[in-house]
C-alpha cells in the first residue's frame, strides 16, 4: 500500500503525541508531515504541504477545526487546477453529543478523545477506501462543501439553546444616539458581521447592532436573506447580476448600493444557471 500524507492540527501536545502515535500502529505507512497547534497554523500548513488527509481537533484557541476546515476550502485551488484534490478531513473531539449528531448527519468522519483502537481502524479504512478511489473532477470537493456547509447549518459546535428567540423578524430595533429607529426588513440590503457588531445595510443608511449573525439568522426568511459568506446575508431581491473572476471567484453587485460582496464557495450553489 502507497504512502498517503496527513497533518494533525491538535492543541493539546500529549493527544497530538498520542494521536501520532495510534496512528503509526494502525497505518504504518501512513507520514505525518506536520503537527500544529490551533486553526490558522492549520490553514497555512495544509495549504503549503497539501497532505491528503487532515486531522483537526474541534476545540482549538482562536479558530476551531470547523472554521479551519472552512477557511481551508476557501483558499484552497480550483478543483480544475489542483494538483491534488482536497484532503480527507477526520473531526477529532471530546464527547458531545450534538456535535457527533451533526458529523454523523453529515457523513463527515470523527474521532472521540480519547482515541480508541478498534474506531481509529474503522477510520483509516474509510481514509485508505477513499485515497484509492479516483478524483471525481470536481465531485468530491463539491461533496466536501456540503458537508461543512450541513455542519454549520446544524451549529455542531454547540448545544442548542430553547431559549432563544426563533420568532421571525419583521422590524429591526437599531438604536442611534438617544433614539430607537424601527428598519423595516423590506429596506435592508444587507447584514455584515463585524467584530462585535453587526452591520446593518440599507440602500442610503449603515446601523449597528450587537445582537451576533449567529442569533438573527434563524429568524431571517431563508428564501427572502441568502447567505452568501459566513459573515454576510443579503436580501435576495437586492442582488443584481453575479460576476466570476480570472481566479473562479465570485462576487455580487447589489441594485441599491455601489459596493461589490464576495460570495463563498460554501454557498456558491445558490447561483447556478436555471
Not at 111 to 128: G, I, N, S
Not at 129 to 138: R, Y
Not at 196 to 218: D, G, H, Q, S, W
Not at 230 to 251: F, P
Amino acid at each position: 500500500m502507497r504512502a498517503a500524507t496527513a497533518l494533525i492540527a491538535e492543541d493539546e501536545p500529549l493527544l497530538a503525541q498520542a494521536l501520532q502515535q495510534a496512528l503509526a500502529q494502525v497505518w504504518p505507512t501512513l507520514n505525518i508531515v506536520a503537527t500544529v497547534g490551533d486553526g490558522a497554523a492549520a490553514v497555512r500548513a495544509a495549504l503549503e504541504l497539501q497532505p491528503e488527509v487532515l486531522f483537526f481537533d474541534i476545540r482549538m484557541p482562536g479558530m476551531s477545526g470547523l472554521q479551519a476546515a472552512i477557511e481551508l476550502a476557501e483558499l484552497w485551488p480550483e478543483p480544475a487546477s489542483q494538483a491534488r484534490k482536497f484532503p480527507a478531513l477526520v473531526f477529532v473531539t471530546a464527547y458531545d453529543q450534538y456535535a457527533l449528531e451533526a458529523f454523523e448527519a453529515q457523513a463527515v468522519d470523527y474521532l472521540l478523545k480519547p482515541v480508541q483502537t478498534p474506531r481509529l481502524e474503522k477510520t483509516v479504512a474509510k481514509l485508505q477506501s477513499a485515497l484509492a478511489a479516483p478524483a471525481g473532477n470536481g465531485g468530491d470537493f463539491d461533496a466536501t462543501l456540503a458537508q461543512l456547509r450541513g455542519l454549520l447549518e446544524r451549529n455542531a459546535l454547540s448545544a442548542p439553546a430553547p431559549q432563544r428567540d426563533t420568532s421571525p423578524l419583521k422590524v429591526l430595533q437599531v438604536s442611534v444616539g438617544n433614539a430607537i429607529h424601527m428598519v423595516q426588513l423590506t429596506e435592508v440590503v444587507y447584514l455584515e458581521a463585524a467584530d462585535k457588531y453587526v452591520r446593518v445595510l440599507t440602500a442610503e443608511r449603515e446601523y449597528l447592532i450587537r445582537t451576533p449573525l449567529k442569533e438573527l439568522l434563524p429568524r431571517l426568511d431563508p428564501d427572502q436573506f441568502w447567505q452568501i459568506h459566513r459573515g454576510t446575508v443579503v436580501q435576495a431581491t437586492q442582488i443584481a447580476k453575479v460576476l466570476r473572476d480570472e481566479s473562479g471567484k465570485m462576487h455580487l453587485s447589489l441594485r441599491s448600493r455601489a459596493e461589490k460582496l464576495a460570495i463563498s464557495r460554501l454557498y456558491a450553489h445558490l447561483f447556478k444557471s436555471l
